[in-house]
Every structure is written in C-alpha cells, then in structure tokens.
C-alpha cells in the first residue's frame, strides 16, 4: 500500500546532495533579477517553475546545467545569497528535513566584486538565519555546507583551500560538479590532495554522465569519500537468476560502504536514468550498497524529499520501514561529528519514524 504524502512529509529526513544553486523558490528568482537587471526567460513565477523544470527536462547534463545561468546570475551579492540560503534551509524544514549539506560553487558568485570568503560567509550566515527562523517555526534543522569547484575550470586548490578555511563555520566538505565528460577528477588532483592532507572531507560527482571510469579515479585517486550520484555503478554489476555478480569496484564500494548519493527525478532529466522504476538504486539498496535519497536540484526537477520518496516508494513498493533504514543511511554518511550523527539518529529520526508506526 502506498504511504500517504503527509507521512513522507512529516517523517525526519536527512538530504546530502542539494544545490543551493538549484533550489531557489521561483518568486524569489523574480525578486532577484529585477533588483539587479537581469533578464529571465520568463516573467512571472509560475510559468518560471515550468521553464526550468521543462529546460531541465532534456536528457542532457549539458542542457541541465545551462539553466543554472538564471539562477546563479541572481545570486552575486551578500544579501541575495544570504536571503536563498535561509529560503531554502525554511523550505527543507517543512519538507520535514531535519540535516542537510547544501552544495554551491563560490567561484560562481563573484561576478558583482565578491571575495570567496565574502561569499562563504553569507551563505553561512543564511543558514544561520534559516536555522533560528525554522526552530521558531517547531521544526529544528541543522544545515551545512559544501564547497563546490567546477570541474572545468582551474580554480580547484583555491576552492579547496577555502573550504578547509572556513572548516569551523559548517563547511563540512568538498566536491567537484559540472560536465562530467572530459572532465575526470583526476584533473583536479591538487585540490584533493589538499583536502586530504588537511583531514578534510570529499564527495565527488561521478558516475552520472559518464561510467565506472570516473568512479574509480574519483575512489581510488582522489580518495572520495562520499560518490554524487555513482548511478553507472550498475556497469559493475551483472543481475543474475539467483543472484548478481558484484565487480570489484562495486565490490569495494559496497565493502568499505561508501554511501553512494543518489538523486532519482534528476538521473531521469538527465538521461542517466530511463525511469524511476528502472533506475538503478533499486537494485544497488536491495545489494546492499550505503544508498541515500537525495533532490539534487528542487527547482529544476520540481521535487522535494517527500517527492523522491513517493516516487520511490510507488516504483519499488518501499514502505515507511524502507525510507527509514534509507533515511539512517545518510544520517550515518554525513560529514558531521559521528557523536553528534548517533545523536540525530537516537533522538531525532528513531523517535520520529516511531511516532509514525514504524522502526
Ligand atoms: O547533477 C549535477 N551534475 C553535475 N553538476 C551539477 C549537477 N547539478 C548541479 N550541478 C552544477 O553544480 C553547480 C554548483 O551548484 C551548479 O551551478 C551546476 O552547474
Ligand atoms: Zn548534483
């Protein structure tokens, strides 16, 4: 039987992969660009909604990623990022999330005279806002960060260098993202070889636009802690009548339970993915993979964490038990203080998936 969206909605949920980038309310997108000039592909709010989500409907990672030109053009000063932060730490909290690791590129937001660091503290400080905005509200939320470097470019080991300096303000770790094709993470050897040295933390986009290649190298060359997305994992993986035969670089992953963060509607958009129902997080969570349910990109997929749940849940039957053992899975793969991660599992997701009937 399906579970009903209210008992998604209201059960505690961790979400690991989110680009702030990729979440911005439609309204304010609005609000944004007539502040500063800049000229959207449509006018008001609901037909913006449907433009991203139709724009990022193309089967394309390329395609997908052109329509991050609107929302990260409006995102160039202090108060704009500071204002999308706190929006989007409200909007996960009345989805029912109750952690989250927001990603962004601050390469991508200098355009207006901004410095790295100034750009690190407003989003910091939006968060910090959406925090105490969403404990008065009755629904506590701890949000983080990740700093982003894009692949292409060469600013890599500044980005990394920022993120171990901001290490003390919620900066919880480092990723690349961007086109994946062309672009290996060994490119950016240097700046995880920084955050490595530095005791630092490291998910990389990989395996989404590209195969077990790009996993590998982001494994077991740039020390990956954490694989954004990771779907061609399933290339390693053969399904079998009584069974399946693991490779050995799904073999390691699965043994060393390297969560894997997966973002279903997105892999769809994107091509990497056909459908939910066959998208390959079903057999890697059945296998036994650290699989976690991530939204990737809100506004241009149109969905929320209680979306990709449903979604799921309708494609493979999953039932509130399932989104709870998902739900522990990421709670146990965020780069926060492991006390503080048996903290939110004994007090926050245990208790609250109880009070739904479940666990
Ligand atoms: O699924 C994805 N794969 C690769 N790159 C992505 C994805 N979603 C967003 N971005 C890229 O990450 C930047 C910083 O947040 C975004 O501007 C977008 O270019
Ligand atoms: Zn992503």
Redesign the pocket.
Known sequence: MAIATEILRQAPKVLLHD????GLRPQTIVELAAEVGHQLPAADAESLRHWFAESADSGS?VR??ET?DH??AVMQTPSALRRVAAEMVLDLAADGVVYVES???PE?HLRAGLTLDEAVDAVTEGLADGMAEAADDGHPIIARQLL?A??HASSATEIAELAVRHRKDGVAGFDI????AGYPPTRQLAAFDHIKRNNGYITI?AG??FGLPSIWEAVQLCGANRL??GVRLIDDIEVTADGATVGDLAGYIRNLRVPLEM?PS?NVQ?GAARSVAEHPIGTLARLGFRVTVNT??RL?SDTTMTKEFAALAAAFDYDLDYVRWLTINAAKSAFYPHPDRLRLIEDVIKPGYAALGAG
Do not use: V
Not at 19 to 22: R, S, T, V
Not at 177 to 180: I, R, S, V, Y
């Open positions: 680009h702030l980038d990729g990672l997908y990623l991050f929302t990260t990603r962004w590129a991508q982003i894009m692949r993202a961007g086109a994946e986009h989404e636009a954004g997305h973002c997105s994107t990737d990109n241009m």
